[in-house]
């Protein structure tokens, strides 16, 4: 009868696994609420609040802030600024990072090489290159002019021009995410199985572009929406380029979601007016979250 | 199978290296304009190599008009620190999550899921709060601290441990061995190569990180290569190349090396689960 007495007090030594597992845990718990919820949560009660950094006192001004934003032209610049930003640098990174990963995929030679090269500018210090772009974009001696006007094309002051500032930024973008949409194609292409690729030449259709729209776009899919959240993800942070190369400048036209946040959180002091741009920042990041996993969704029972 | 046709395979190769030549060229720019006097610098004509060497100056600009020694040992001192303190407190979260049975397990998961959803620039303000208060603004620890957790590396490794068998986990018990020992001794051996891959991802980023420290110092002798950089590049207004260039390649020397040194931890790192 020693048996089911054993039994009902679950497995020996469970009670040291829970607190083993509650002690192992606990610094990550911690450090977590820390530094990044409870810090999120703070940033959405600061925003219904009209705190200056220094201030004494906490007053509330419940929704204050937010119809502030509502009327200040500077923001509404700003989000369209960081959605035309989006809006051109997604596509195409991921444009030509699939197009890149689907030549590097069937290169037999030099597969490793190119690899390495397309994707040296995710790893390199985006900040220093930035100031390279700055160089190459320069009017009158930068490499990208003296392409354009061999090409024919008039000479321009890219990081000058309000039409052009954005553009040019998010041409950067595209540069330095490029690779990294590539890489994650890579792997998304490696999954697919070679015999579908047989299969299809056993029909008799062996074409590239056949093989690209019977077999890998439509098996492609879940890879491609998970680029395109994370690209979007990491394309809605742009500020490295914009806080050394233009400021937000010419006219506002590189006026980006998270400069205007730091230059009132942080320059101008207004602590919780930035909360509040923060707090329309993390909702455009999470929207986009929800975007993926409904499409992801979506293709899994009907796909 | 059949010989592949001569003709696409020219093209492909011909678009893929036009390519790569675009997506090089910042860099070979960056390293010939270190090279040059200002003279050269602005000729109308763009060449690869200068007529008169001025490597040596540039580079001696660099290292003596801003501190850059400065800015690389505290990049180094910061991303070691931060991924001392991520590995040391994201490893044994993630045994915990994989392969322990507990309450709240699942409620603690669901947590990290939600941590991952948050971009890093949200809990600036803060943070930012915080550190002052505690008077710690303009410091190493106000780069470090809000960087010690990283859930995107508990999650890799939460990941990575659940492949690993529990027979060896049931084994080490039976020797007697606690949970702690078992985290440290058995797990972090297994978890060497998705560790290297989470070591070279959290150097990539904390060595690159320009927001968060542009933010919180002030001080030039505290900065990181990317903010050092950038105060340098406020000095020079544009005027200077040959040294700005030069201290741009010095920065991004040691992630470049890095990279092609272990190219194949970066790529498996970035692959395993998508990242930030």
New interface residues.
């Given amino acids: 009868m020693a048996e089911p007495l054993r039994r009902s007090g679950a497995r020996p030594g469970a009670r040291a696994e829970q607190w083993a597992a509650w002690l192992l845990g606990l610094p990550a718990f911690l450090l977590m609420w820390a530094m990044l919820l409870g810090p999120a949560l703070a940033v959405i009660l600061l925003s219904f609040t009209d705190w200056s950094f220094g201030e004494a006192e906490l007053r509330w001004h419940g929704l204050g802030n937010y119809l502030e934003l509502w009327g200040d032209r500077v923001f509404w610049v700003s989000l369209r600024n960081t959605l035309i930003y989006v809006g051109v640098s997604v596509p195409a990174t991921v444009a030509l990072g699939l197009l890149a990963a689907i030549l590097i995929e069937g290169a037999g030679r030099g597969r490793g090489l190119y690899r390495a090269l397309y994707f040296l500018p995710v790893a390199s210090t985006l900040l220093g290159m930035a100031l390279v772009w700055e160089f190459m974009l320069h009017p009158r001696v930068g490499f990208v002019n003296q392409v354009v006007a061999a090409l024919g094309f008039a000479r321009r002051d890219w990081l000058n021009d309000p039409d052009l500032a954005l553009l040019a930024l998010a041409a950067i973008g595209v540069w330095q995410n490029l690779g990294l949409a590539m890489v994650l194609f890579m792997a998304g292409l490696q999954a697919i199985p070679a015999d579908l690729y047989e299969a299809l030449a056993l029909d008799g259709a062996d074409g590239a572009w056949e093989r690209f729209r019977r077999i890998t776009w439509p098996l492609l899919g879940p890879a491609l929406v998970f680029v395109m959240a994370i690209m979007a993800i990491r394309s809605f942070q742009v500020f490295d380029t914009v806080a050394v190369l233009t400021e937000g400048g010419p006219q506002k036209s590189t006026e980006v979601l998270l400069y205007t946040m730091v230059q009132n959180g942080f320059t101008f002091l207004r602590s919780a007016y930035g909360a509040a741009i923060t707090a329309v920042f993390l909702a455009f990041t999470l929207a986009l979250t929800l975007a993926q996993t409904w499409l992801l969704e979506r293709r899994a029972h009907y796909g | 199978m059949a010989r592949r046709a001569l003709l696409?395979e020219i093209i492909?190769?011909a678009?893929?290296i036009m390519?790569?030549a675009?997506?090089?060229?910042?860099?070979v720019?960056?390293v010939a304009?270190s090279l040059k006097p200002p003279g050269e610098?602005?000729?109308?004509?763009?060449s690869l190599l200068p007529q008169q060497w001025h490597a040596f100056e540039n580079y001696r600009d660099a290292f003596t008009r801003v501190p850059l020694a400065r800015f690389l040992l505290n990049g180094f001192l910061v991303t070691f620190c931060i991924f001392a303190a991520q590995a040391?407190?994201?490893l044994?979260?993630a045994?915990?999550?994989a392969k322990?049975?507990?309450?709240?397990?699942g409620a603690?998961f669901a947590?990290?899921l939600?941590?991952l959803?948050?971009?890093p620039?949200?809990?600036?303000?803060?943070?930012?709060?915080?550190l002052?208060q505690l008077d710690l603004l303009d410091s190493y620890a106000a780069i470090i601290?809000?960087?010690?957790?990283s859930?995107f590396g508990?999650f890799l490794m939460r990941q990575f441990f659940r492949t690993v068998p529990d027979d060896l986990i049931a084994a080490a018990?039976m020797d007697g061995m606690?949970?702690?020992a078992i985290?440290w001794r058995i797990m972090l051996p297994t978890a060497y190569p998705a560790l290297a891959a989470f070591a070279c991802l959290s150097f990539?980023w904390n060595?690159?990180e320009?927001?968060w420290p542009?933010?919180a110092i002030q001080s030039e002798h505290l900065a990181t290569?990317?903010?050092g950089?950038?105060f340098f590049?406020n000095v020079e207004a544009?005027t200077n190349?040959g040294p700005?260039?030069a201290?741009?390649?010095v920065?991004?020397a040691p992630?470049?090396l890095?990279?092609?040194l272990a190219?194949r931890a970066?790529?498996r790192g970035?692959?395993m689960t998508?990242?930030?």
């Fill in positions: 696409p492909r190769h678009v893929l390519g790569a675009a997506m090089v060229s910042p860099f720019v960056m304009i610098i602005f000729a109308p004509q763009f040391a407190t994201a044994p979260m045994y915990a999550l322990l049975r507990w309450a709240g397990r603690a947590l990290v939600l941590a959803l948050v971009p620039q949200v809990p600036a303000i803060p943070l930012y709060i915080a002052w601290l809000p960087s010690t957790i859930v508990i018990r606690s949970e702690f985290t990539i060595w690159n320009f927001f542009y933010i290569p990317p903010l950089i950038a590049s544009g190349w700005l260039m201290a741009a390649t920065v991004t992630l470049a890095a990279f092609l190219q970066f790529v970035v692959t998508g990242l930030k």
